[in-house]
């Protein structure tokens, strides 16, 4: 179902009249990693909306390393996360860790992020298919390109129309950066799939000054899009600060990308 060969015309995924991954343009979706609290989520859709993304994203189950790092806000945080995002005219997207809260999320999310940790979460791919919502699936960090496909192929027999692929970064030998960002991925995508493709500069880096490049080579590459973590104030996020981009690196690089491509 998602292959090129089976279904040559591109998929064009439609959250609003205005979004579209897929189309002409670039999408840049962008937000804190955590929602921590209303008037932090509000900061910086307000911030992100005005430098040209459009659609924002914070976490609000949050998948953490240690079980003593913070969790999310649950509930209360998707509520802050859907205000922020009327406010501002911005579609949302948050993930989705268990099949749990698939009554309660779909309420309030726009699209359903399914993070690299549950990529091959087969009966939560199943769950949030038979939703038939739009869906970001992102790539495992130990997933070849064909297990990440064999994924997508799960959200597309269960009911999902509408996935958008992330390329997040991989595991490698390297460790000056947090993931290894595998480029090729984004032509290999693109010649064995017609989903569109984003790519999280943030997570595959793990460092903010690093963002910024990588961003423009995966536009240059042909990206369908970003998915860029902003924070108002980084050195004080409650998760993922040290990737945060500061506001004014949010807006800089906004115009650098406007340069390659326009934004959608
Ligand atoms: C995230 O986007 O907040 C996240 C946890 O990303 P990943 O699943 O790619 O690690
Ligand atoms: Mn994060």
Redesign the pocket.
């Known amino acids: 179902l998602c292959s090129k060969e089976m279904c040559p015309d591109n998929t064009i995924v439609k959250i609003t009249e205005s979004v579209r991954f897929g189309a002409v343009g670039v999408a840049v979706i962008a937000g804190p990693?955590?929602v921590e609290s209303k008037s932090q989520i509000r900061e910086t859709a307000f911030l992100v909306k005005e430098s040209g993304a459009c659609m924002l994203?914070g976490?609000a189950y949050?998948?953490r390393t240690s079980p003593y790092s913070f969790q999310g806000l649950g509930v209360k945080g998707l509520a802050y996360l859907k205000e922020a995002g009327e406010a501002t005219g911005l579609p949302i997207v948050s993930?989705i860790v268990s099949a749990s809260y698939l009554d309660a999320m779909n309420e309030y999310v726009d699209m359903f992020?399914?993070?690299?940790?549950?990529?091959q979460n087969f009966e939560l791919l199943k769950e949030v298919a038979s939703l038939g919502r739009p869906v970001l699936l992102?790539?495992g960090?130990a997933a070849t390109i064909e297990e990440w496909l064999m994924a997508a192929e799960y959200l597309m027999a269960h009911g999902t129309k509408d996935i958008v692929l992330?390329e997040?970064?991989i595991r490698t030998f390297e460790t000056y950066t947090r993931n290894t960002l595998d480029i090729t991925a984004i032509p290999a995508i693109k010649t064995l799939t017609h989903l569109p493709i984003l790519v999280?500069p943030?997570?595959a880096t793990g460092l903010r000054d690093q963002v910024p490049a990588v961003s423009l080579a995966a536009v240059a590459a042909g990206a369908d899009g970003l998915?860029i973590?902003v924070h108002p104030h980084p050195e004080n996020a409650l998760?993922?600060g040290a990737q945060s981009l500061y506001p004014q690196q949010f807006e800089k690089l906004m115009r650098d990308i406007e340069i390659l491509a326009p934004l959608v």
């Open positions: 990693c955590s994203r976490g949050k998948p993930e992020q399914i993070g690299a940790r549950n990529m992102k790539r960090m992330c997040r970064g999280d943030s997570h998915i973590e998760s993922d």
